[in-house]
């Protein structure tokens, strides 16, 4: 990988060169003053010399220190290597366990201990900048060459707060075999599903307790049931609880009609309904593109469909954006910043890192790439246009638990399912405020 020709810190050496230069040149044409004057401009050509190779060594000097998951860390240490090579700056990859990183970066960050750079999800941004450990990235006109959906994930109270580089969201996988067409909506995937005569008209992954509100949340939004409102700049607004109101009254009744019908099973897990897809207990399966190799490598002849809307609008996932932040006690700003916009934000990276991880990439130009080359990742393109980014407002940890356990209490039919979700949401609203 060469990431070389972009924004080198060599650059401002050569600068120092081009003053030296300079300098030389006034000395010169000074020979016919006299010898006094010659022999201080050459002390102060001489001062000048031993200033600007202070400085530079300074410019060069320094490291980066990057937390990455295994998944990233192959592609930055090439990234790295390049870097280093065009700068000077030694850049240290330490693989962490992603799902670490976001309460190690926290813990570690205010007492300097912490990374310059760490990879993460969007939705960490309100939790990392209450507790004042990200600085913003001033992404410039470079925020016009990624997906808008990225950027906007990745901006949080009107400041962008790192540098995207995948998307992803679930869509609804079909064997083509059982189902050589997309349904048009609900009612018609679960007929069609009876039609092929498997186990299963339809799979989704739900915990018995906690049912999975990440993965039915297109279905609620499908009934007008946003968790949130948004204010005017489109940013969400805790103080309205939107799925509070009457469409999600009417998704939670037909939560209870769907788990009455055995159609949403609290006994089929994930890996359960990875493991049934994949041995072709069903044509449907509502997951991401984590489960696409696995359906393949068993044989599987997938599509990827849009998510059949169950109310009468559309079915909008969520989005989740992965990216690159920066540590507001970082004490090289300028080189983590090069890293990230002049490195990690070029295409050739992007592409790179969509290529080892599988998500879409979050760069424009790579993203229509991957695209063009891929029926998957198009696929999942096409159903991300409608998704809409996880909430990242720390508010929104107040939400899961009781959203989760209410919607398992209705799926098992545990009471009336709009008092449970009256209750719920009465709940969530007392958490959050």
Not at 186 to 211: C, H, K, R, W
Request: proline share 5%.
């Amino acid at each position: 990988m060469n990431t070389r020709g972009i924004t080198r810190l060599t650059a401002l050496l050569g600068l120092g060169a081009f003053a030296l230069t300079a300098c030389g040149s006034g000395g010169d044409s000074a020979e016919q003053g006299s010898g006094e004057s010659a022999e201080t401009e050459a002390a102060e050509t001489t001062e000048e010399e031993s200033s600007q190779s202070e400085s530079g060594d300074a410019a060069a000097s320094g490291s980066l220190t990057i937390w990455a998951d295994a998944n990233r860390a192959e592609v930055l240490n090439e990234v790295a290597s390049d870097f280093e090579s065009d700068t000077g700056i030694a850049v240290e990859i330490v693989q962490q366990d992603f799902e670490e990183i976001r309460d190690q970066f926290v813990s570690q960050v205010p007492t300097g201990e912490g990374p310059d750079i760490a990879v993460g999800a969007h939705d960490w941004l309100g939790v990392l900048v209450n507790n004042g450990v990200v600085a913003p990235v001033e992404l410039g006109d470079a925020a016009g060459d990624f997906e808008e959906i990225a950027v906007d994930a990745w901006t949080y109270e009107g400041q962008t707060y790192g540098l995207p580089y995948s998307i992803e969201n679930i869509a609804l996988l079909r064997n083509t075999e059982l189902a050589p067409e997309a349904p048009a909506d609900f009612d018609e995937m679960i007929q069609m599903g009876e039609e092929a005569g498997t186990e299963y008209p339809f799979l989704v992954g739900l915990d018995p307790n906690e049912s999975d509100p990440y993965h039915l949340y297109p279905f609620q939004t499908s009934f007008g049931a946003p968790v949130f409102g948004t204010a005017e700049d489109g940013s969400y607004d805790s103080s309205q609880l939107a799925m509070a109101d009457a469409g999600g009254e009417e998704f939670a009744g037909w939560l209870a009609e769907q788990g009455e019908a055995g159609v949403l099973n609290l006994n089929i897990d994930g890996d359960l309904a990875q493991e049934s897809f994949n041995d072709g207990n069903s044509p449907f399966f509502l997951t991401g593109p984590w489960n696409v190799d696995g359906a393949r490598e068993a044989g599987i002849d997938v599509a990827v469909d849009p998510i059949p809307a169950a109310g009468d609008q559309d079915a909008q996932p969520f989005a989740g954006v992965q990216g690159f932040f920066l540590s507001a006690q970082s004490e090289n700003v300028v080189a983590a910043s090069n890293f990230l916009i002049n490195y990690v934000g070029t295409a050739e990276v992007q592409t790179a890192l969509y290529e080892t991880g599988g998500r879409a990439p979050a760069l424009t130009e790579s993203f229509e790439q991957a695209l063009s080359e891929d029926e998957i990742v198009a696929g999942f393109g096409e159903v991300g246009a409608e998704a809409v980014p996880m909430p990242a407002i720390p508010e929104m940890g107040a939400v899961w638990d009781d959203w989760g356990s209410s919607q398992a209490a209705i799926i098992k039919g545990d009471g009336d399912p709009v008092e449970l979700w009256q209750k719920m949401s009465e709940d969530i609203s007392s958490a959050i405020d």
